[in-house]
């Protein structure tokens, strides 16, 4: 299972997410992040250990980018004062995926 802080998301991201009761594996939480005309989905399936990321122009449903982490190993945060908080999720194969909304939404893939 997935170890993560909600509480620690929703001062980052400055939204409460959905919870979702799936019946197959536990709740997931999807959060979603308006920004300057783009509206980010993360949902987090905590049991599965999967992280979802998605794009869209705001008010649209068509989905600009999307991107998977299947079998997050961790997630960490840093939301220091004074700084703009971010979310970072590492792959069991190595891949880290950051996430940050403030000022912009950014989303920055690396090996």
């Not at 939204?15 to 997931?28: K, S």
């Not at 005309?37 to 869209?56: A, H, N, Y």
């Not at 703009?84 to 920055?108: A, C, H, Q, R, W």
Request: with cysteine; net charge negative; glycine share 8%.
């Amino acid at each position: 299972m997935l170890q993560w802080d909600e509480t620690e998301y929703v001062g980052i991201l400055e939204v409460i997410p959905e919870v979702v009761e799936d019946e197959g594996g536990g709740p997931f939480y999807v959060f979603r992040v308006q920004e300057n005309g783009l509206e980010l989905e993360l949902t987090i399936f905590p049991f599965e250990e999967d992280v979802r990321f998605r794009l869209f122009r705001e008010n649209q449903n068509h989905v600009l980018f999307e991107y998977q982490i299947m079998g997050c190993k961790f997630a960490r945060h840093n939301s220091a004062p004074n700084q703009e908080g971010y979310l970072s999720f590492i792959s069991k194969t190595g891949i880290e995926v950051t996430l940050s909304v403030k000022p912009d939404i950014e989303i920055l893939i690396s090996e």
